[in-house]
């Protein structure tokens, strides 16, 4: 490694073509400008905004080193770089547990405009790594807010970084593929030693989700708010007793259930399923949560245990360690999907929906055993979105139903888990 440098000021210097393949040696150094009103600029001489100067880099394994203003928590820390595309719902995405291990970057530019209340959370922490913005908002307007994002995030003591050219990071992610990056506010640690630190570090093959999984079972009442009924498809005056693996489940999955009707008990990722068995539970949801599904075997082993025997709906992960239950396998995609955004199809009706989603990872349709069926493929890839089997009693997505501030197209399908539940419990 030479260590050269190369400093680029604009942001039309660096969106072109990628310049680097992944692991090159060289470092180049990219900064953005702004002048004092916050507006961008490629000339030379222009003020950078005068109340703070790029005080964070944010190395790159590939050897680019974006230089940025820092909020929230200061520090070093390593992750995986992820893009999400939704308009709104920051707050839902910082406290989505599946982001362990990962930097979200923003491609919206302009977050933290609503701040912060303590009602949209999806989990009780943020288990992110950090967060990438274009823009920082100087106030905060709603009439809901609570703090401000950089306050929220220096509390819960995740870092974050502003005034990056979040195009360009999100131009290379969508070439090269997920790259891991550590981001740091300590001049002492040189960029050898954090790019060092980036191309020693993986997420593949980590067991992330014994660090956000609940410790001991618990009962979850919580509803969501009456401007969330706006679908009864499926729901009936039944009570349905479901248990819920909790590998790393966002609130608005458990305040949905609440909603059609289920009294939830939510148990730790090591539960085993005996105990479930015990419970009689009219069903079973796996939820989502972070990392890879092939790194947590013990996981895979209860559902293929649960399999036929109880009514199961899988959401994210639970629906790829459904896939790796049934016989099937996982693989990495090369950036994911990450965005409030995205066209499915639902392949029973035809219907497309827009649906919430962050997943790395996907299910083989190929490798899927006969019998269980594809019913859900997303349009942007053709990637398998969802399974079902009448016969064993399953059926799940690999995108979020209960998706938080929405889109809500897909709500319907928890009154389809609830007529899986209600079959079943006729022919008791
Ligand atoms: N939201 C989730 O459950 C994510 C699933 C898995 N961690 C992935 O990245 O694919």
């Given at each position: 490694?030479d260590?050269?440098l190369?400093?680029?000021?604009?942001?039309?210097?660096?969106?072109?073509?990628?310049?680097?393949?992944?692991?090159s040696a060289?470092f180049?150094v990219?900064?953005v400008?702004c002048?004092?009103?916050?507006?961008?600029?490629?000339?030379?001489?222009?003020?950078?905004?005068?109340?703070?100067?790029?005080?964070?880099?944010?190395?790159?394994?590939?050897?680019?080193?974006?230089?940025?203003?820092?909020?929230?928590?200061?520090?070093?820390?390593?992750g995986?770089?992820?893009?999400?595309?939704?308009?709104?719902?920051?707050?839902?995405?910082?406290t989505?547990p599946?982001?362990a291990?990962?930097?979200v970057?923003?491609?919206?530019?302009?977050?933290g405009?609503?701040?912060?209340?303590?009602?949209?959370?999806?989990?009780?922490q943020?288990?992110?790594?950090?967060?990438?913005?274009?823009?920082?908002s100087i106030?905060?307007?709603n009439?809901?807010?609570?703090?401000?994002?950089g306050?929220?995030?220096a509390e819960?003591?995740?870092?974050?970084?502003?005034?990056?050219?979040?195009?360009?990071?999100?131009?290379r992610?969508?070439?090269?593929?997920?790259?891991?990056?550590?981001?740091?506010?300590?001049?002492?640690?040189?960029?050898?030693?954090?790019?060092?630190?980036?191309?020693?570090?993986?997420?593949?093959?980590?067991d992330?989700?014994?660090?956000v999984?609940?410790?001991?079972?618990y009962?979850?009442?919580?509803?969501?708010?009456?401007?969330?009924?706006?679908?009864d498809?499926?729901?009936?005056?039944?009570?349905?007793?479901?248990?819920?693996?909790?590998?790393?489940?966002?609130?608005?999955?458990?305040?949905?259930l609440?909603?059609?009707?289920?009294?939830?008990?939510?148990v730790?990722?090591?539960?085993?399923?005996?105990?479930t068995?015990?419970?009689?539970?009219?069903g079973?949801?796996?939820?989502?949560?972070?990392?890879?599904?092939?790194?947590?075997?013990?996981?895979?082993?209860?559902?293929?245990?649960?399999?036929?025997?109880?009514?199961?709906?899988?959401?994210?992960?639970?629906?790829?360690?459904?896939g790796q239950?049934?016989?099937?396998?996982?693989?990495k995609?090369?950036f994911?999907?990450?965005g409030?955004?995205?066209?499915?199809?639902n392949?029973?009706?035809?219907?497309?929906?827009i649906?919430?989603?962050?997943?790395n990872?996907?299910?083989d349709?190929?490798?899927?055993?006969?019998?269980?069926?594809?019913?859900?493929?997303?349009?942007?890839?053709?990637?398998?979105?969802g399974?079902?089997?009448?016969?064993?009693?399953?059926?799940?997505l690999?995108?979020?139903?209960?998706?938080?501030?929405?889109p809500h197209?897909s709500?319907?399908?928890?009154?389809e888990?609830?007529?899986?539940?209600?079959?079943?419990?006729?022919?008791a």
């Amino acid at each position: 490694m030479d260590g050269c440098l190369r400093i680029h000021n604009t942001v039309s210097t660096t969106i072109t073509s990628p310049v680097f393949s992944k692991k090159s040696a060289n470092f180049r150094v990219f900064t953005v400008k702004c002048s004092s009103d916050g507006a961008l600029s490629g000339a030379a001489g222009v003020a950078e905004r005068p109340w703070k100067v790029a005080d964070a880099r944010l190395v790159l394994e590939d050897g680019s080193i974006w230089k940025a203003k820092s909020f929230g928590a200061r520090g070093t820390q390593v992750g995986e770089v992820v893009f999400n595309t939704s308009l709104t719902g920051y707050q839902e995405i910082i406290t989505d547990p599946s982001y362990a291990g990962q930097f979200v970057l923003m491609t919206n530019p302009h977050i933290g405009n609503t701040g912060v209340n303590f009602g949209d959370e999806e989990s009780m922490q943020c288990f992110l790594a950090g967060l990438v913005i274009r823009s920082l908002s100087i106030s905060t307007s709603n009439w809901r807010c609570k703090e401000t994002l950089g306050d929220y995030l220096a509390e819960r003591n995740i870092m974050g970084i502003y005034d990056v050219d979040t195009r360009a990071i999100t131009r290379r992610l969508r070439e090269d593929g997920s790259l891991i990056g550590v981001l740091s506010t300590e001049n002492s640690k040189s960029d050898e030693e954090l790019l060092e630190m980036s191309r020693t570090w993986d997420i593949v093959g980590v067991d992330l989700i014994s660090g956000v999984s609940c410790k001991s079972p618990y009962e979850w009442i919580d509803r969501t708010a009456s401007d969330w009924e706006f679908n009864d498809n499926g729901r009936n005056k039944e009570t349905y007793n479901v248990v819920a693996y909790d590998f790393g489940i966002k609130h608005n999955i458990l305040r949905r259930l609440a909603s059609y009707g289920c009294k939830i008990t939510v148990v730790p990722s090591t539960w085993p399923a005996s105990e479930t068995l015990k419970m009689k539970p009219d069903g079973v949801l796996f939820s989502n949560g972070p990392g890879d599904p092939s790194a947590v075997p013990y996981a895979v082993e209860a559902v293929k245990e649960l399999i036929g025997k109880i009514p199961i709906f899988g959401i994210c992960m639970g629906h790829q360690l459904l896939g790796q239950a049934l016989g099937g396998k996982t693989f990495k995609m090369k950036f994911g999907h990450h965005g409030g955004n995205h066209p499915v199809r639902n392949l029973r009706n035809g219907c497309v929906e827009i649906s919430a989603q962050n997943h790395n990872y996907a299910v083989d349709p190929k490798s899927l055993p006969e019998g269980v069926e594809v019913t859900h493929v997303n349009l942007n890839d053709g990637s398998c979105a969802g399974l079902a089997s009448s016969k064993m009693k399953l059926m799940s997505l690999q995108y979020h139903p209960e998706a938080s501030p929405g889109p809500h197209d897909s709500d319907i399908v928890f009154g389809e888990f609830i007529q899986l539940m209600n079959q079943e419990k006729v022919k008791a």
